[in-house]
Nanobody, 124 residues
Framework: QVQLVESGGGLVQAGDSLRLSCALS????????MGWFRQAPGKEREFVAR????????WHADSVKGRFTISRENAKNTVYLQMNNLKHEDTAVYYC?????????????????WGKGTLVTVSS
């Protein structure tokens, strides 16, 4: 059974950095394209970033482009989200998700597996 566990969230100040990790167990990470999504209170879950199975292609939402970077280490079965220059509006629960399609998707409904999320709070 595939399980995804996020870690690395916390309370930071605007301008700080955080690195989120997502560890996959139960299968080999290289089978999945991976994505990060987030959900702020009272809002719908939104796409943040995704990475292809091989790691050769990445996509980032316009709102985080230039500040966040998705990466993966298939040998460690782990996906990362490096978040720099955090803003108050980045406050949300961040979810890791896996998709068996080669390049993944930006649509939450297309993802096959989800973690339980990690909370990121950015104080202004």
């Amino acid at each position: 059974q595939v399980q995804l566990v996020e870690s690395g969230g916390g309370l930071v100040q605007a301008g700080d950095s955080l690195r989120l990790s997502c560890a996959l167990s139960g299968r080999t990470l290289s089978f999945y394209a991976m994505g990060w999504f987030r959900q702020a209170p009272g809002k719908e879950r939104e796409f943040v970033a995704r990475i292809s199975r091989s790691g050769g292609a990445t996509w980032h939402a316009d709102s985080v482009k230039g500040r966040f970077t998705i990466s993966r280490e298939n040998a460690k079965n782990t996906v990362y989200l490096q978040m720099n220059n955090l803003k108050h509006e980045d406050t949300a629960v961040y979810y890791c998700a896996g998709d068996m399609a080669a390049f993944g998707s930006s649509q939450p409904a297309d993802m096959d597996y989800w973690g339980k999320g990690t909370l990121v709070t950015v104080s202004s």
